[in-house]
């Protein structure tokens, strides 16, 4: 997915998810009276999340899914977290926010029928159908992942009392014994290996049938990214990796990972697969790794939509770049 209005300056910033032309501001956010006249402003728009999903005007065409404040009241949102996503540089400044409200998931659809041409989507869904325009995609992002850490990080992880949202967002505090908590990002791998014209992929479990994609893991502490590259290699195939080459990032809001993508070389090819992971793991040639990605191998395997970075991994590999 390209990015449509900033210049692609690296690969990552074709990725869906990637590309994300606000301007966070991270010194003027901790204004919190600044941040208080963007959130009043009627320029402002605002990306709606109840619970894990995006809440869309279903009978408005362009930007569904950036509402105004009016759109606030009209959901009756109570005891939402709001947060300052940053100013759209492309658009005269206008400001973005992210606000998050849990509410219960069975009656969500008929509480918004109630109330308005809304609906919910999930982010992975939206993405599938293309149902934003990718520079949004990079805002959902962001609001889903720090979001998501606001709920799961209330309570203090040094004392165990309440925390407060501080920093527009970015932040919280906690003030019975002044700890500061910032929102993570958990850094994962994921690696095309090849050996000459041929690639390794493999199937998790948890992958719709016939799909083959690029081995992946987290990254330990005190490990750097590339030896987290073969450590997992070894540990998912049994297969030894040389030299590791970066190729692109991307955030992967599920619920806060980034994603380092790398291609890596092969120095032996005998597998030791790690049933406990992985229910196959194969190397392909590159002419079938292509007709994979296009749909059109007469093996019926294919690989991941080119809404994941292992499509682009994979990609590039069969391009020979
Ligand atoms: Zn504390």
Same mark, same amino acid.
Not at 158 to 163: H, M, R, S
Not at 188 to 213: F, Q
């Given at each position: 997915?390209?990015?449509?209005?900033?210049?692609?300056?690296?690969?990552?910033?074709?990725?869906?998810?990637?590309?994300?032309?606000?301007?966070?501001?991270?010194?003027?956010?901790?204004?919190?009276?600044?941040?208080?006249?963007?959130?009043? $402003?009627?320029?402002?728009?605002? #990306?709606?999340?109840?619970?894990?999903?995006? %809440? /869309?005007?279903?009978?408005? =065409?362009? &930007?569904?899914?950036?509402?105004? $404040?009016?759109?606030?009241?009209? #959901?009756?949102?109570?005891?939402?977290?709001? %947060? /300052?996503?940053?100013?759209? =540089?492309? &658009?005269?400044?206008?400001?973005?926010?992210?606000?998050?409200?849990?509410?219960?998931?069975?009656?969500?659809?008929?509480?918004?029928?109630?109330?308005?041409?809304?609906?919910?989507?999930?982010?992975?869904?939206?993405?599938?159908?293309?149902?934003?325009?990718?520079?949004?995609?990079?805002?959902?992002?962001?609001?889903?992942?720090?979001?998501?850490?606001?709920?799961?990080?209330?309570?203090?992880?040094?004392?165990?009392?309440?925390?407060?949202?501080?920093?527009?967002?970015?932040?919280?505090?906690?003030?019975?014994?002044?700890?500061?908590?910032?929102?993570?990002?958990?850094?994962?791998?994921?690696?095309?290996?090849?050996?000459?014209?041929?690639?390794?992929?493999?199937?998790?479990?948890?992958?719709?049938?016939?799909?083959?994609?690029?081995?992946?893991?987290?990254?330990?502490?005190?490990?750097?990214?590339?030896?987290?590259?073969?450590?997992?290699?070894?540990?998912?195939?049994?297969?030894?990796?040389?030299?590791?080459?970066?190729?692109?990032?991307?955030?992967?809001?599920?619920?806060?990972?980034?994603?380092?993508?790398?291609?890596?070389?092969?120095?032996?090819?005998?597998?030791?697969?790690?049933?406990?992971?992985?229910?196959?793991?194969?190397?392909?040639?590159?002419?079938?790794?292509?007709?994979?990605?296009?749909?059109?191998?007469?093996?019926?395997?294919?690989?991941?939509?080119?809404?994941?970075?292992?499509?682009?991994?994979?990609?590039?590999?069969?391009?020979?770049?």
């Amino acid at each position: 997915m390209q990015a449509e209005t900033t210049e692609a300056f690296d690969a990552s910033s074709a990725l869906c998810y990637s590309a994300n032309t606000l301007n966070r501001c991270g010194e003027k956010r901790k204004d919190t009276e600044w941040v208080k006249s963007l959130k009043a $402003a009627s320029e402002t728009r605002f #990306l709606i999340q109840a619970n894990d999903s995006f %809440i /869309f005007n279903i009978e408005q =065409e362009i &930007d569904p899914v950036q509402h105004t $404040a009016e759109v606030l009241g009209t #959901l009756g949102i109570k005891d939402a977290t709001t %947060i /300052f996503l940053g100013l759209d =540089e492309e &658009d005269s400044d206008r400001p973005y926010f992210g606000v998050r409200y849990s509410t219960d998931a069975e009656t969500l659809e008929e509480e918004l029928e109630k109330r308005g041409p809304f609906a919910a989507y999930g982010l992975r869904g939206i993405a599938m159908k293309r149902a934003a325009s990718s520079k949004v995609f990079g805002m959902m992002a962001q609001a889903a992942a720090v979001g998501r850490w606001h709920l799961s990080h209330k309570m203090c992880s040094q004392c165990g009392k309440p925390t407060e949202l501080a920093e527009a967002g970015y932040r919280r505090d906690c003030p019975s014994c002044s700890a500061q908590h910032f929102p993570r990002t958990d850094p994962a791998v994921i690696m095309l290996i090849t050996h000459g014209d041929k690639c390794l992929m493999g199937r998790p479990y948890h992958l719709a049938e016939n799909v083959y994609t690029t081995l992946a893991g987290f990254v330990e502490p005190g490990e750097t990214l590339e030896d987290a590259v073969r450590r997992e290699v070894f540990e998912e195939a049994g297969v030894k990796v040389g030299k590791v080459t970066y190729i692109a990032s991307q955030p992967w809001p599920f619920p806060s990972n980034i994603m380092a993508g790398f291609h890596g070389e092969a120095l032996t090819t005998d597998l030791n697969i790690d049933y406990e992971e992985m229910e196959d793991c194969q190397w392909f040639t590159k002419e079938e790794t292509l007709r994979m990605l296009q749909g059109e191998a007469e093996s019926g395997l294919i690989c991941p939509p080119d809404i994941s970075i292992a499509h682009h991994l994979i990609k590039i590999f069969t391009e020979g770049k």
